[in-house]
């Protein structure tokens, strides 16, 4: 008879539905109290394996809509808000059949589970763009404009090209030459803005990290530019720094 040990092995090595499935079948019968204590655990992986897999065909809804305009590329930005760096912008495409798990709003993960699936996306991903405006350009032509030049330029680096747009809350003038759809809240209910949003986020901080080697006093690890309260005692305390946005720190300086 296999030792509970052995079992527990076998329970740490189930992966995706099938497995977890025949675990259970093959250990439910077992009736020493350790198994039965692993068949349970198995049984509750499987049910919240099931429940996000059904969360992320939920957030397929739009995909499956404009599948017939080709490649669907999904949108986002981050870094609208810091009164410090660049704001980046990200484009991906996913593949039809993906089956991507736990993509969601970037701010709603663990920066471990973000780091994770940023590797996930670039590796699985048809094609992703990243573009970004820096804070001297935000300066130059306000936050909104320098947000869609950073959009356009991920997408105009995609290929193959998109078809369609899938973009969370904004329409982008600069391309107007693509079928755009516009969603409130875009990187909860779709797959592909879900991914944007990871690749972005990732992106722009771990930009902010090599920032903060630069610019210790500020804290940019932490706070990503963001204001937080250490950061505006910061800018108050030392002045800005050259990546500081000049639009934005007015009421600090």
Do not use: W
């Not at 499935?21 to 198994?35: C, P, T, Y």
């Not at 471990?112 to 350009?137: C, N, P, Q, W």
């Not at 804290?219 to 937080?228: L, Q, R």
């Amino acid at each position: 008879m296999m030792s509970i040990s052995d079992i527990n092995k076998l329970l740490k090595e189930a992966d995706g539905e099938e497995a977890l499935s025949a675990f259970i079948s093959e250990f439910s019968q077992d009736e020493r109290g350790g198994v039965q204590k692993l068949v349970l655990s198995a049984t509750k992986k499987l049910n919240a394996l099931c429940a996000e897999i059904e969360r992320i065909h939920a957030m397929q809804t739009y995909e499956r809509e404009y599948r017939s305009f080709g490649y669907l590329c999904g949108i986002d930005e981050v870094g609208r808000g810091p009164l410090a760096g660049p704001v980046y912008a990200a484009a991906v495409i996913l593949p039809e059949d993906s089956d991507i798990l736990y993509l969601n709003d970037s701010k709603k993960l663990s920066e471990k589970k973000r780091e994770e699936l940023y590797d996930v996306i670039m590796e699985k991903a048809v094609s992703v763009g990243i573009g970004f405006s820096t804070h001297e350009r935000i300066d130059e032509i306000n936050i909104l404009q320098a947000t869609f030049e950073a959009m356009t330029k991920a997408v105009n680096s995609l290929d193959p090209k998109p078809g369609a747009l899938l973009i969370d809350a904004v329409h982008i003038p600069q391309l107007e030459a693509y079928k755009q759809v516009s969603i409130i809240k875009g990187d909860a209910k779709s797959v592909s803005i879900a991914a944007a949003s990871i690749i972005a986020k990732v992106t722009r901080d771990r930009l902010m990290a090599e920032y903060d080697k630069q610019y210790p006093e500020y804290g940019f690890a932490s706070n990503k530019g963001y204001g937080s309260a250490d950061h505006i005692a910061a800018l108050k305390k030392y002045g800005p720094c050259p990546i500081h946005r000049r639009s934005f720190i007015g009421n600090f300086v």
